[in-house]
């Protein structure tokens, strides 16, 4: 083959021959193993993975590296294992080729799973070894140039996948050229007739506009030569999918659509970047609120650059770069740079931090998220093309994604100051958690010793790693209290077949968390609290290991008695909301799956018409002493009055009580309002005397205590 002669050629351009001869002895064993295969369009198989291969050769990727691309499909499509490409080449390319192999020999129940769990798999290897994703965005490049031999169907899947997963990462890992070109082609498969139309309008455009532009260079050019600044000055075109995206995006028709040429300008350095920026606004007006500067604050991926938009001649607005040639390089490059310019001239230590910054964000992610749905969706947040910068109270520079709140900052710090946060200073003014930042925003974050996740956060956080932190969180806290109840309600099955719960021993607990595939007694416990496990069975197992061998039967079994509530049982116990019961009023307990115990007044509506097994219901009662307050529903027709909202409130406060929500409804015309407060009282007794209080107040013509 005539491309592999051309390949190993261009190897020895940048590497030593010992690594050209295992690049090659790696093709023959692909070619070899891929022997007898073809591709849609009728090539041998083996034509892919040597172009994937030429791709990183492009970005001077090592022979480890290359070599594993040319492997990277043996263990996915042919026989051969991870073991004898270890023995062959090292452990080092059988990781990565392993990294880059999709799960196909394992059974998932719907596609979505296995895609997935193949991400995850893949982005985990990536953040062992960042070339595991090179081979991937490189394979998946090589795979959209050549989509036309696919069906339809997996044309548009294939795309659609590049276009939400792939090509955010290639824009996340710094890989510009390949990011534009992986959108391109999504879009030109996606929406193949709107990729022509406007391909052929852009074209026209071009043609039309080629001599304004190359005044436009020209003048740009005359004027740094007049300044003394040394600068390559070439037109830079936007894509087809950049303008598509313009238009949908700020809903301009493509005639509207004004900037499909911009102006890249590379200098020296970093002075001359500045310099040359004063020289296009003398020549052409800046718009206002259009300047970025990315070279003072570099974006994540570690790209800088100057960017300015100018009103350029018959007010056609012009975008324009400025740069250095090594930033130009990191701009294209991104990560590959770290390959692609290892001379030493170029300093890319910072764009290499950034990346590996997020690659242990990864595999933070990955240890608190329950599964590979749920950790694609955390990363798919960190994959957000516009970044806001913002700044810590000492000056310290901080990256998120655009729509980021103070709880992401305060996570993005640390994750003690995220679970700990209680409000936020933000340019020196107390604002509330939610709040969404802004580039340039000062962020002070103000904690507490006692405060914890609210699962309301979940609602408004736009980083995969606040996510996964307050979910981890909750699910450790709702296991935690979970196993409490869980071991109250263990101890009183016990004591009704007679066996004490501290006579268990270690031994008989790992028994039966190896009989139940549990990872051990702590499990087993927070299953019975939230329903999974019934308290009776599991006491029951216990007491047939402790009696098992012996010549006795075991003991007589009585019912368990009723588990008393004490009102501190957190996350694992809630109330039903239809009934609102509070301490003195007779209840009952209800488990639902995965849930934990839902408490109801024993004559709940809901619960009487709801079609429940009976194993669901359990016996409970409250404690002699309860802790806590309890939600109250109170309703009242009253005569509308002004300030009578206010005298209400002010009787239900100096009763001792709390409001929760307050709402009224008039009928039309009609001076009576209805009106219903949820108010936290601690027994029935207190709620009596705030019901008493009420009644006092002469408007106030009905006063009854509202269950739903």
């Known amino acids: 083959m005539s491309e592999i002669a051309e390949f190993t050629r261009h190897l020895g351009h940048y590497l030593p021959a010992p690594d050209v001869a295992l690049v090659e ?66 452990k080092p390319v059988a990781d990565m080729v392993d990294g880059v192999s999709k ?45 036309d031999a696919m069906a339809p169907t997996h044309r548009e899947r294939i795309a659609r996948e590049t276009l939400d997963i792939y090509a955010p990462i290639a824009n996340r890992l710094g890989l510009n050229a390949l990011y534009l070109e992986l959108q391109e082609l999504s879009f030109k498969h996606l929406n193949p007739i709107r990729y022509r139309v406007l391909a052929k309008a852009i074209k026209s455009a071009r043609g039309n506009r080629r001599e304004v532009m190359n005044r436009i260079l020209n003048s740009i050019r005359e004027g740094l030569k007049h300044e003394g600044i040394a600068a390559t000055v070439s037109g830079r075109e936007k894509t087809v999918y950049s303008v598509y995206k313009k238009m949908r995006e700020k809903r301009y028709t493509f005639s509207q659509v004004f900037d499909i040429y911009g102006v890249r300008v590379l200098v020296k350095d970093t002075n001359a970047c500045y310099a040359a ?51 130009h390089r990191i701009a294209e490059a991104g990560v590959a740079a770290h390959w692609l310019y290892k001379t030493g001239e170029l300093d890319i230590a910072e764009a290499q931090l950034q990346t590996h910054r997020w690659l242990q964000s990864l595999l933070e992610i990955q240890s608190e998220s329950g599964d590979s749905k749920e950790f694609l969706e955390h990363i798919k947040g960190d994959l957000f093309p516009e970044e806001i910068y913002v700044f810590t109270p000492k000056g310290k520079i901080m990256a998120l994604p655009r729509g980021a709140t103070a709880v992401d900052f305060a996570y993005g710090v640390h994750t003690d100051i995220g679970h700990h946060c209680t409000a936020a200073r933000i340019n020196y003014e107390l604002m509330p958690l939610r709040t969404e930042l802004k580039s340039g925003d000062q962020v002070e974050i103000i904690t507490s010793p006692t405060a914890r996740p609210n699962p309301s956060w979940l609602n408004f956080v736009a980083t995969g790693k606040a996510r996964s932190r307050i979910r981890h969180f909750l699910k450790s806290l709702q296991q935690r209290e979970s196993a409490v109840l869980g071991e109250r309600m263990l101890e009183q099955a016990l004591a009704s077949l007679k066996m004490p719960a501290e006579s268990i021993t270690w031994e008989r607990w790992e028994a039966l968390a190896r009989e139940y595939s549990a990872k051990g007694r702590l499990d087993i416990l927070a299953d019975i609290g939230v329903g999974k496990r019934l308290s009776f069975v599991v006491a029951q197992a216990l007491t047939r290991a402790a009696n098992r061998g012996a010549d006795e039967p075991v ?67 409250w404690a002699p002493e309860v802790i806590g307050v309890f939600e109250a529903g109170i309703r009242l027709l009253v005569s509308d009055q002004r300030g009578l909202l206010a005298r209400l409130a002010t009787e239900i406060a100096d009763a001792g009580a709390n409001i929760e929500y307050v709402s009224m409804e008039r009928p039309d015309g009609d001076t009576v309002v209805a009106m219903f407060f949820s108010v936290q009282v601690r027994d029935r007794k207190h709620l009596a005397n705030v019901m008493r209080a009420l009644r006092r107040i002469t408007e106030v013509k009905r006063v009854q205590r509202a269950r739903t």
């Open 277 to 327: 920026l004063g020289v296009l606004h003398r020549l052409y007006k800046p718009i206002p609120g259009k300047f970025k500067d990315y070279v003072a604050i570099p974006k994540a991926n570690g790209y800088q650059s100057l960017h300015t938009t100018l009103f350029g001649p018959f007010g056609t607005p012009l975008e324009a770069q400025l740069r250095t040639q090594d930033m």
């Open 103 to 147: 799960l196909d020999q394992i059974e998932f129940q719907s596609r979505e799973d296995a895609q997935a769990e193949s991400f995850r798999k893949m982005l985990l290897a990536m953040a062992q070894d960042v070339r595991v994703i090179l081979i991937k965005l490189a394979d998946r490049l090589h795979n959209m140039r050549t989509l």
């Open 555 to 621: 003991a007589h079994t009585t019912k368990p008695g009723a588990l008393q509530l004490r009102g501190v049982e957190g996350v694992a116990i809630q109330y039903g909301k239809c009934c609102r019961p509070i301490p003195g009023d007779a209840i009952v307990g209800q488990f639902r799956r995965s849930q934990g115990l839902m408490v109801h007044t024993r004559d709940c509506q809901s619960l009487r018409k709801g079609r429940v097994d009976t194993d669901q219901i359990v016996d409970v009662e």
């Open 25 to 90: 002895r790696a093709f023959a064993f692909s070619e070899s193993a891929h022997q007898g295969q073809f591709r849609k369009s009728g090539e041998p198989y083996i034509t892919h993975p040597l172009a994937v291969a030429s791709i990183l050769s492009q970005w001077r990727l090592d022979a480890q590296g290359l070599a594993a691309a040319l492997l990277h499909d043996v263990m996915e499509d042919t026989s051969v294992t991870k073991t004898e490409i270890e023995t062959s080449f090292g």
